[in-house]
């Protein structure tokens, strides 16, 4: 039940009302201070630490379990040779252990320059601030064309804000988030650790246009004409001319560099090919089910971009 005081309350000019308005200003301002995200107060630097679900940016912040970071950077298949960067890099835990357990170079991007200082001091006592660094600055308007892996723990939305950017990463770039995924981009691999997932995209190379495919069949050089008319994200499609027929590409997948696809030849057989992309040349090993030999192929002209549409 609701019940109604207006008509008891004061008018807004009687000396209690204004009092009472006056002491609803204040108290509104307090909470809206106190409402504030926590770097936009003056803290001292050198004590700041950060809560779980505190208010950034774009999302709230949540520590990945320790387990998951492994994970995930194991998933990125992260080496001493590697530069990692972390978006949205919080407490940069992601970071140190890229340079700390891994031996690669690392760099995170924050918004929140108490969280960058912060990091910035984890890093020097764990021993690793010439290989972990850290940015105040804003992932929708940094470079990051130089990573080799790139992680993330953003929402789906932000994943997909991203995606344009990250599909026109050079091929081969390794991309592993947490928990959140890519649309209607498939992920090449999932994981699960420390009570949550965490996938892996490689960034493919567009194989999409007319090839020139050489390979040996029963001893006799082929050179067929293969069109690749659509690639999906990582799934092409085309066909392989064979004389007066032609057959479509079967399993057809770009993983990174590399491309895979298998189809029947005029003597019956299945043959499955395997390499790496590189501009416009691809050069691999074609199996039979009993042999391998090599092949290559010859882009001879380029075709549509990757689509992306979900």
């Given at each position: 039940?609701?019940?109604?005081?207006?008509?008891?309350?004061?008018?807004?000019?009687?000396?209690?009302?204004?009092?009472?308005?006056?002491?609803?200003?204040?108290?509104?301002?307090?909470?809206?201070?106190?409402?504030?995200?926590?770097?936009?107060?003056?803290?001292?630097?050198?004590?700041?630490?950060?809560?779980?679900?505190?208010?950034?940016?774009?999302?709230?912040?949540?520590?990945?379990?320790?387990?998951?970071?492994?994970?995930?950077?194991?998933?990125?298949?992260?080496t001493k040779n590697d530069y990692v960067?972390?978006?949205?890099a919080g407490d940069g835990k992601i970071?140190?252990?890229?340079?700390?357990?891994?031996?690669?170079?690392?760099?995170?991007?924050?918004?929140?320059?108490?969280?960058?200082?912060?990091?910035?001091?984890?890093?020097?006592?764990?021993?690793?601030?010439?290989?972990?660094?850290?940015?105040?600055?804003?992932?929708?308007?940094?470079?990051?064309?130089?990573?080799?892996?790139?992680?993330?723990?953003?929402?789906?939305?932000?994943?997909?804000?991203?995606?344009?950017?990250?599909?026109?990463?050079?091929?081969?770039?390794?991309?592993?988030?947490?928990?959140?995924?890519?649309?209607?981009?498939?992920?090449?691999?999932?994981?699960?650790?420390?009570?949550?997932?965490?996938?892996?995209?490689?960034?493919?190379?567009?194989?999409?246009?007319?090839?020139?495919?050489?390979?040996?069949?029963?001893?006799?050089?082929?050179?067929?004409?293969?069109?690749?008319?659509?690639?999906?994200?990582?799934?092409?499609?085309?066909?392989?001319?064979?004389?007066?027929?032609?057959?479509?590409?079967?399993?057809?997948?770009?993983?990174?560099?590399?491309?895979?696809?298998?189809?029947?030849g005029t003597d019956g057989v299945l043959?499955?090919?395997?390499?790496?992309?590189?501009?416009?040349?691809?050069?691999?090993?074609?199996?039979?089910?009993?042999?391998?030999?090599?092949?290559?192929?010859?882009?001879?002209?380029?075709?549509?971009?990757?689509?992306?549409?979900?």
């Amino acid at each position: 039940m609701t019940r109604t005081l207006a008509s008891s309350a004061p008018s807004a000019t009687h000396p209690a009302r204004r009092r009472l308005l006056a002491l609803g200003s204040a108290a509104l301002a307090t909470a809206l201070w106190t409402a504030a995200p926590a770097w936009a107060q003056k803290e001292n630097p050198e004590t700041y630490q950060p809560q779980s679900g505190q208010a950034g940016k774009d999302v709230i912040w949540v520590p990945t379990p320790d387990e998951l970071v492994t994970r995930m950077l194991q998933l990125g298949g992260v080496t001493k040779n590697d530069y990692v960067i972390d978006l949205g890099a919080g407490d940069g835990k992601i970071v140190i252990a890229a340079a700390k357990e891994f031996g690669a170079r690392g760099h995170g991007i924050e918004y929140n320059p108490d969280m960058v200082a912060h990091a910035t001091r984890r890093a020097q006592a764990a021993g690793v601030s010439d290989r972990a660094r850290f940015e105040k600055a804003d992932i929708f308007e940094s470079d990051f064309s130089k990573a080799d892996v790139i992680t993330m723990y953003l929402l789906p939305t932000l994943n997909l804000k991203l995606r344009p950017t990250l599909m026109k990463l050079k091929p081969g770039t390794r991309l592993v988030t947490h928990a959140f995924t890519m649309g209607g981009w498939q992920p090449d691999e999932t994981s699960r650790a420390g009570g949550a997932n965490a996938y892996l995209w490689l960034v493919p190379a567009n194989v999409s246009g007319q090839w020139q495919l050489n390979y040996s069949q029963s001893g006799r050089q082929q050179n067929l004409a293969m069109s690749v008319e659509r690639q999906r994200y990582q799934f092409p499609e085309g066909t392989v001319q064979l004389g007066a027929a032609d057959t479509s590409l079967r399993d057809a997948r770009v993983m990174g560099e590399r491309v895979r696809f298998a189809f029947t030849g005029t003597d019956g057989v299945l043959r499955t090919f395997e390499g790496k992309v590189n501009g416009g040349k691809i050069e691999g090993q074609v199996h039979d089910g009993k042999k391998s030999e090599r092949f290559t192929a010859t882009r001879k002209g380029d075709g549509p971009a990757i689509e992306t549409a979900d």
